[in-house]
């Protein structure tokens, strides 16, 4: 196997993190997870691995990966990919060279998702390889656990592999302890006895979840997915319903919409971005939107709902499995409807 100098320094920092600089690292659900990511079959399906969770500091990745076995560093199909802010991180020559070779993909903030960083991580996970998001967008500073709204991003990588990917959900806690915001000096260096937990759900994508239902439906409706809708309902027709059982979750409450302030979108003329080549698979996607507007973003509204929903549970369990409270785990910010009631 051949070795992989920067990404075996940047997994050794990462373990250093996990294992030495915190006080504790309690992680759960590793070994299903390494066994699902190295999966022979799944990979010549052409299935990737979608992976995602709440992000509270900015030293979640590539800390969150410090528990991953040294095997899984050596081989680019068993790193993970991930999105980058190109603003943050790919600002001059040498970060680039970096962040490059650490499997980050620059990625426009503003820019929305139809931008070529979305197109190429489509592409890593049709090649069956692992692709990891924070789909809150940026760092949640909450001390209460509160998720914010996620991104359309995921949505669309979700509709729009040609195979659907494998998707776990993992959630995170302590590593806002060990990179505090704000902090003093020195800034730069994280915190030392840190209590981490790292908690790698199940698979959320298994036949007759909320997750395969709705994306039987929405997969099927030609104005959100150009390509493969037609083997898709031929699919759906011969599914059995799952055996699988599971705990019934928690009923999570959902507040008014949120206050924050919406951002508005840059000027891609402003920021110097080219729009997508008309032949493009963005191109191709971004005009399937606009043909059918309204239902599109109401599908992927609906989506990463679930997919919310999804790791807010994982969140209730991790901390019933330690005995504490929920507290607020998981609790929602905002709504999808205009009137605050829940869908």
């Not at 993909?105 to 069956?128: N, V």
């Not at 759900?201 to 239902?213: N, Q, V, Y």
């Not at 949120?258 to 191109?283: E, I, Q």
Request: with cysteine.
């Amino acid at each position: 196997m051949p070795i992989r100098p920067y990404v075996s320094l940047v997994g050794g920092f990462a373990k250093y993190l996990t294992n030495v600089h915190s006080s504790s690292c309690n992680v759960i659900g590793l070994e299903r997870f390494t066994e699902l990511l190295a999966d022979e079959e799944r990979k010549k399906d052409g299935r990737g691995v979608l992976t995602y969770a709440n992000h509270i500091s900015v030293m979640d990745d590539p800390g969150v990966f410090g528990c991953m076995p040294w095997w899984t560093f050596q081989r680019p199909d068993t790193t993970r990919w991930t999105l980058g802010a190109s603003d943050i991180l790919f600002t001059n020559r040498l970060f680039n060279h970096l962040f490059n070779r650490g499997q980050v993909i620059s990625t426009d903030r503003g820019r929305g998702i139809f931008q070529p960083a979305l197109d190429r991580a489509i592409a890593k996970l049709e090649e069956g390889q692992w692709v990891h998001l924070f789909p809150e967008g940026y760092v949640n500073l909450s001390r209460t656990m509160v998720l914010r709204r996620f991104k359309w991003g995921m949505s669309r990588l979700l509709l729009e592999s040609q195979q659907r990917p494998r998707v776990v959900p993992i959630w995170i806690e302590g590593f806002d302890q060990m990179m505090p915001d704000p902090r003093g000096f020195p800034s730069f260096l994280p915190r030392p006895f840190a209590k981490l937990t790292i908690h790698f759900g199940e698979p959320i994508d298994r036949i007759g979840s909320a997750l395969d239902t709705m994306l039987d439906t929405l997969r099927c409706k030609h104005s959100l997915n150009p390509r493969g809708w037609e083997k898709e309902q031929e699919l759906v027709s011969a599914k059995q319903p799952s055996d699988v059982q599971r705990e019934e979750a928690p009923s999570i409450p959902i507040p008014p919409p949120s206050t924050f302030p919406s951002v508005p979108t840059p000027d891609p003329a402003v920021m110097g971005w080219a729009p997508p080549p008309p032949d493009s698979r963005a191109a191709q996607a971004q005009q399937a939107t606009l043909d059918d507007e309204s239902a599109a973003m109401e599908a992927r509204s609906r989506l990463v709902e679930v997919l919310r929903r999804e790791l807010a549970w994982l969140g209730v369990r991790s901390r019933r499995l330690r005995g504490e409270k929920e507290g607020e785990v998981g609790r929602l910010v905002h709504s999808l409807v205009p009137d605050g009631s829940d869908r």
